[in-house]
C-alpha cells in the first residue's frame, strides 16, 4: 500500500486548507482499512485529526470537529482532508495514513499558514 499527500503548501490564515491523499495498492473502500490524517507541528508530537472508514463514516478528534472534514472520491482512490479557518497555528507536516493490522504513511507534505 502506497499513500501520496497532495495539496498547497503555503495557505493564508482565514483561508480552507485541502489536502488529498491518492492510495495505490489497495481500495479505499477494503474492508478493515481505515485512511487517517494526522499532523505534526513544530516541535510537537504526532495529532490525530481524524478518519473515514471503508463504509465512508467519518470520526474526527474533538478539539478539531467544528472545523475539520474528510471526504473521498473512491473513483479515483482518493480522500481529502479540509480545514477551514486556518491560523499559523495549523501549520505542520500533514500525512495521510492507512491502518490496518499495520501503519502505512505518506512522506508527509509541509503546510505553512502565513499571510
Known amino acids: 500500500v502506497q499513500l501520496q499527500e497532495s495539496g498547497p503548501g503555503l495557505v493564508k490564515p482565514s483561508q480552507t486548507l485541502s489536502l488529498t491523499c491518492t492510495v495505490s495498492?489497495?481500495?479505499?473502500?477494503?474492508?478493515?482499512?481505515?485512511w487517517n490524517w494526522i499532523r505534526q507541528a513544530p516541535g510537537k508530537g504526532l495529532e490525530w485529526m481524524g478518519v473515514?472508514?471503508?463504509?465512508?463514516?467519518?470520526y474526527y478528534n474533538p478539539s478539531l470537529q467544528s472545523r475539520t472534514s474528510i471526504s473521498r472520491d473512491t473513483a479515483k482512490n482518493q480522500f481529502t482532508l479540509h480545514l477551514t479557518s486556518v491560523t499559523p497555528e495549523d501549520t505542520a507536516v500533514y500525512y495521510c495514513?492507512?491502518?490496518?493490522?499495520?501503519?502505512?504513511w505518506g512522506p508527509g507534505t509541509q503546510v505553512t499558514v502565513s499571510s
Open positions: 495514513n492507512a491502518n490496518v493490522v499495520v501503519n502505512y
Open positions: 495498492g489497495t481500495s479505499i473502500t477494503t474492508n478493515n482499512y481505515y
Open positions: 473515514i472508514a471503508p463504509g465512508g463514516s467519518t
